[in-house]
């Protein structure tokens, strides 16, 4: 039987992105998506987080992952390659455990939007080439290299890059003509351990392709590029791997949105003065939105917990039917869908902690506010990027329109 490891390189000193392996990506810790892609592969054995920093192995664990050493701080360094983290490992494992498994899967967090077969593919094509050293991921190139130059620093002339057999100047040549070009992804390398404790090298002389769609090429370097992915990853529709329940999909119309109040509506703070009244913060950005989802047809209510004042004049100063003190919201949410003749199914609710989690399998689609408690977040079908209080109905009102305006 062959012994196979996956194995997560993740240090804590990241510079473009701080914290990045342990940042929220669309709701998770960005290594609960490498974690999870090992643990549900059926041909991975054993799955562990080669990491410096005691936060991240905690996290890690968290998901599922085994961190039974820290990694040295000499190889945790910004220009430390992989190879010898991976050696450092195997060799720990090894005088430690005496464990010594045949293949390494190596799963870097930066590519979290992954295939759910893309592991078990990469495994089973290194065993059915008894040659190969390593299997790579990569995609069709997006930019074709037979178009690229390089500048002659004596002079400033270009220089094609490359040449083709047969074709004077590929850099004129239809693109058709050109043989096809790969780009190495960061979603999986399959490596036997011999090539990096025999052979000194990470992927060996015979590597064998993994050819992934395009669509699931992410590589997170920037905040931009954060944004961009987590869209991608919520609206993509792509069989992808999820470290928690699987996230349903936006209904294609939506008729109804119900709000909780604390926390969304607001910040979850209160000020209470010396007579017991209650202050609360809000966005005005979150009227517009709403008074815009109105328009369109949509369909606007707040349940809340708290019997308050505030709640009335919030809910009144922004035209909207509220119900509080409702202690147990799920009951209220039923009937209130049956009372209106609402199709659950085009339901959209937005919570921000525990007592709304009965809410959410009975709507479409269940929202969190950026703030959200952790538990609510991670069971939400969508995270919104703005925190209660500060624009996050603003922006939930914005997706349903768009999604709406889709529809017609």
Not at 215 to 227: A, E, F, G, K
Request: aromatic share 6%; net charge neutral.
């Amino acid at each position: 039987m062959v012994e196979v490891l996956a194995l997560i390189p993740a240090r804590g000193g990241s510079k473009g992105i701080p914290r990045k392996n342990i940042r929220p990506f669309a709701g998770y810790p960005l290594i609960a998506y490498s974690i999870a892609a090992g643990l549900q592969a059926e041909t991975v054995a054993r799955v562990i987080v080669s990491t410096d920093d005691e936060e991240i192995a905690a996290v890690a664990r968290s998901f599922g992952a085994e961190t039974p050493f820290l990694r040295p701080a000499e190889l945790a360094q910004d220009m430390i390659p992989d190879l010898p983290v991976f050696e450092h490992a195997l060799r720990w494992l090894a005088e430690n455990e005496g464990y010594r498994p045949d293949v390494i899967v190596q799963l870097r967090p930066t590519s979290p939007i992954r295939p759910k077969d893309c592991v078990d593919n990469a495994v089973r094509l290194l065993l059915a080439h008894r040659d190969a050293d390593c299997v790579r991921g990569v995609v069709l190139a997006g930019q074709d290299p037979h178009k690229m130059w390089r500048i002659e620093p004596e002079n400033g002339r270009m220089i094609p890059l490359l040449t083709v057999s047969g074709i004077a100047e590929p850099f004129n040549a239809p693109r058709q003509n050109l043989p096809p070009v790969y780009w190495q992804t960061g979603h999986i390398d399959a490596i036997r351990s011999a090539t990096i404790l025999r052979k000194n090298s990470l992927t060996g002389k015979v590597i064998y392709p993994l050819v992934i769609d395009p669509r699931y090429t992410v590589d997170l370097d920037n905040l931009s590029d954060w944004v961009k992915y987590e869209w991608l990853a919520t609206f993509g529709a792509l069989e992808m791997v999820w470290p928690g329940k699987l996230r349903r999909r936006m209904p294609e119309r939506v008729d109804l949105l119900i709000l909780d109040f604390d926390g969304v509506l607001t910040d979850n703070r209160v000020w209470t003065d010396k007579d017991g009244r209650e202050m609360v913060a809000a966005s005005r950005s979150d009227g517009i939105g709403l008074e815009a989802l109105r328009k369109a047809g949509v369909d606007v209510v707040v349940i809340s917990k708290e019997t308050n004042p505030v709640v009335a004049a919030r809910c009144q100063k922004l035209n909207l039917p509220f119900v509080q003190g409702i202690q147990d919201k799920g009951p209220a949410l039923t009937r209130l869908l049956e009372e209106r003749g609402v199709d659950p199914a085009r339901a959209v609710y937005i919570g921000n902690d525990t007592n709304d989690l009965p809410c959410f399998p009975l709507v479409g689609w269940a929202v969190a506010v950026a703030d959200a408690w952790p538990d609510v977040i991670r069971q939400a079908d969508y995270v919104l990027s703005r925190p209660g209080g500060h624009g996050a109905v603003r922006e939930l009102c914005d997706l349903i329109l768009k999604r709406n305006s889709l529809s017609v």
